[in-house]
């Protein structure tokens, strides 16, 4: 039986990340999420990423830049991008900074790909808050040109695959950088 708080927990758990690394919010238009020129902030990319289709709503919340909610799959797809003050860890130490408010991270597998032209992590992690708030997630980390991106799934573990598919649109489409964004 799933709880009827179920939806804002996850999306709390999921938001934890995000904003972590602080991020704005939702200005993009499409498949592209512009950074905020009102506002003259400079740590934040355009970029493109594809669509993970029509079971996923859009979520304008404060302290994100692109994400979607599945209310069948009780997940989100969060995308979030930062530009020169991020450090100069490496990606495995920035796919560990992700694990902030979780008590328990558990790497199911983690692998080296390419996206964007660039080496990027692949991570998949069980997670809970508490030891109580059960969720898996897949996490892509990648650098270029002096910006960081994290692109995370995140899915209690009993819908966790039925969501991957999707996951998967978006990242496919990740572009970066955008000509004339």
């Known amino acids: 039986m799933r709880p009827s708080s179920s939806p804002q ?16 919010g939702w200005v993009g238009y499409g498949n592209t999420y512009y950074k905020r020129r009102e506002t003259a902030v ?28 599945n209310d069948g799959l009780d997940a989100v797809i969060v995308l979030d991008s930062q530009c020169e003050m991020h450090g100069d860890s490496s990606l495995e130490q920035f796919t560990d900074h992700l694990r902030i408010d979780f008590r328990e991270w558990e790497v199911v597998s983690q692998d080296r790909v390419t996206l964007v032209q660039r080496d990027a992590v692949h991570t998949v992690v069980l997670a809970s808050i508490d030891g109580v708030i059960k969720t898996q997630m897949e996490i892509y980390v990648v650098k270029k040109d002096g910006c960081l991106f994290d ?28 000509r004339g964004g």
């Open 42 to 69: 400079s740590h934040e990319a355009t970029y493109s990423f594809g669509s993970p289709g029509s079971a996923w709503r859009p979520l304008s919340q404060k302290g994100t830049q692109v994400a979607w909610y």
């Open 151 to 178: 692109l995370e799934y995140i899915a209690p573990p009993r819908s966790f695959e039925s969501g991957r598919g999707d996951f998967a649109k978006v990242v496919n489409g990740f572009a970066f950088p955008i």
């Open 9 to 24: 927990v996850l999306l709390g758990v999921a938001l934890v990340s995000v904003v972590a690394t602080g991020c704005s």
